[in-house]
């Protein structure tokens, strides 16, 4: 089965940097658009950043500037760099991809377990 796990999350001050990676495992036809969400405490789960190809890419207004997603084909991996961390920026990011398995015919979305972030001030 197909299965979505995030990696690199964590405490890091305000202003600093973080690296959150993503990689897609199991029986996969094909990949879609991937990207990452966020849920901040007691808010809906909201779109950070969704990337359809190497230089296709979609951005928050909220991160512009500041998160770059990026992804490897040949790993079956997306990543989102975020730099200039803000407080306003703590939340569980979740990773998303629209994926094509061997089980199936068609394209689902899968969700990846979550991996916090936390911004201190």
């Known amino acids: 089965q197909v299965q979505l796990v995030e990696s690199g999350g964590g405490l890091v001050q305000a202003g600093g940097s973080l690296g959150l990676s993503c990689a897609a495992s199991?029986?996969?036809?094909?990949?879609?658009?991937m990207g990452w969400y966020r849920q901040p405490p007691g808010k809906q789960r909201e779109l950070v950043a969704t990337?359809?190809?190497?230089?296709?890419?979609n951005y928050a207004d909220s991160v512009k500037g500041r998160f770059t997603v990026s992804r490897d084909n040949a790993k079956n991996t997306v990543s989102l760099q975020m730099n200039s961390l803000k407080p306003e920026d703590t939340a569980v990011y979740y990773c998303?991809?629209?994926?094509?398995?061997?089980?199936?015919?068609?394209?689902?979305?899968?969700w990846g377990q979550g991996t916090q972030v936390v911004v201190s001030s």
């Open positions: 998303n991809a629209v994926i094509k398995s061997s089980s199936d015919d068609v394209y689902r979305h899968y």
């Open positions: 199991g029986r996969i036809l094909g990949i879609g658009p």
């Open positions: 990337i359809i190809s190497g230089t296709s890419a």
